[in-house]
């Protein structure tokens, strides 16, 4: 199976400033349709997952857009911006592209 | 409004059964894959199983492989999840999830809490 590794998995960051979480996977998660099926969830306590970003950089309707995706290969980071309250939550990165699907152990974002 | 609404959790014995279910509404449900993932109290995600359009296509996690069967019917609009001899560490909230394309899921249920435990 595909193992993805966040980084930090604990995240204080202090409110209006940029944060940076990464994902690595064990093996590249490029599909041989040349597509890289790399998504990233929000979690915020007591709420289902709600996806961010699909395909490594593609944004969800009707999320900010201080929440950016990069990456490609075996490396990826999710990009907040500018950090506000609401964004306080666990974080998951997930690939799509080998079965079984697998996730990040998440990375909890706090307010310092 | 896409709506995906599970049912069927419970507290069960080991080596019981339980039928998860999973109503969908506001899109065409035939026109998705669905999943199941589930997350254990307070710890991350797992994805449990994939299902296609037609249901002709199946996968799952291997430590569900042979004891959980997922199934669904588009007439009605529902997913099910049958997981036969459950094993404690099954104990999880449930979630129904659709696949608005390849390798990924958009909308996730509330979730449906499962039990194992004597």
């Known amino acids: 199976d595909v193992v993805m590794t966040q980084s930090p998995l604990s995240l204080p960051v202090t409110l209006g400033q940029p944060a940076s979480i990464s994902c690595r996977s064990s093996q590249s998660l490029v599909y041989s349709d040349g597509n890289t099926y790399l998504s990233w969830f929000q979690q915020r306590p007591g709420q289902s997952p709600r996806r961010l970003i699909y395909?490594?950089?593609n944004r969800d309707s009707g999320v900010p857009d201080r929440f950016s995706g990069s990456g490609s290969g075996t490396d990826f980071t999710l990009k907040l911006s500018r950090v506000e309250a609401e964004d306080v939550a666990v974080y998951y990165c997930m690939q799509g592209t080998h079965w079984p699907w697998t996730f990040g152990q998440g990375t909890k974002v706090e307010i310092k | 409004e896409v709506q995906l609404v599970e049912s069927g959790g419970g507290l069960v014995q080991p080596g019981g059964s339980l039928r998860l279910s999973c109503a969908a509404s506001?899109?065409?449900?035939?026109?998705?894959?669905m999943s199941w993932v589930r997350q254990s109290p307070g710890k991350g995600l797992e994805w449990v199983a994939n299902?296609?359009?037609?249901?002709?296509?199946?996968y799952y996690v291997d430590s569900v492989k042979g004891r959980f069967t997922l199934s669904r019917d588009n007439a009605k609009n529902s997913l099910y999840l049958q997981m036969n001899s459950l094993r404690a560490e099954d104990t999880a909230v449930y979630y129904c999830?659709?696949?608005?394309?390849?390798?990924?899921?958009?909308?996730w249920g509330q979730g449906t809490l499962v039990t194992v435990s004597s």
């Open positions: 299902i296609k359009q037609d249901g002709s296509e199946k």
């Open positions: 506001g899109f065409t449900f035939s026109s998705y894959r």
């Open positions: 395909k490594v950089s």
């Open positions: 999830a659709r696949g608005d394309q390849k390798g990924t899921t958009d909308y």
